[in-house]
């Protein structure tokens, strides 16, 4: 049985940090890009970043570029998501998924986690 759990959620205010962790089981982790989505009420379920089996590659949405950071520890069976300078517009739900290839679609992904609530005050 295939899980994605992330922890780490929380509030916070304008211009702090928070990191989340998505810890994986069920799967060989070492072999999936690990995406990272986030979901505002109302709105669609949108990419923050990716990152590639051996952590080669990282992408990420234009709006977050440089205050987000993707990495991996797959000895760990980990991934993690160190989001800097948050805004009160990064409040969302935000998700972990698996997928064997890159793809900025979140209808693409094969493995989710529940999600964790990240919210940002002014």
């Known amino acids: 049985q295939v899980q994605l759990e992330e922890s780490g959620g929380g509030s916070v205010q304008a211009g702090g940090s928070l990191r989340l962790s998505c810890a994986g089981s069920?799967?060989?982790?070492?072999?999936?890009?690990m995406g990272w989505f986030r979901q505002a009420p109302g709105k669609e379920r949108e990419l923050v970043g990716a990152i590639s089996p051996n952590s080669g590659i990282t992408r990420y949405a234009d709006s977050m570029k440089g205050r987000f950071t993707i990495s991996r520890d797959n000895a760990k069976n980990m991934a993690t998501l160190q989001m800097n300078s948050l805004k009160p517009e990064d409040t969302a739900v935000y998700y972990c998924?698996?997928?064997?290839?890159?793809?900025?679609?979140?209808?693409?992904?094969?493995?989710w986690g529940q999600g964790t609530q990240v919210t940002v005050s002014s």
């Open positions: 998924a698996a997928r064997w290839w890159y793809n900025r679609n979140p209808d693409k992904y094969d493995f």
């Open positions: 069920g799967i060989t982790f070492s072999e999936y890009y």
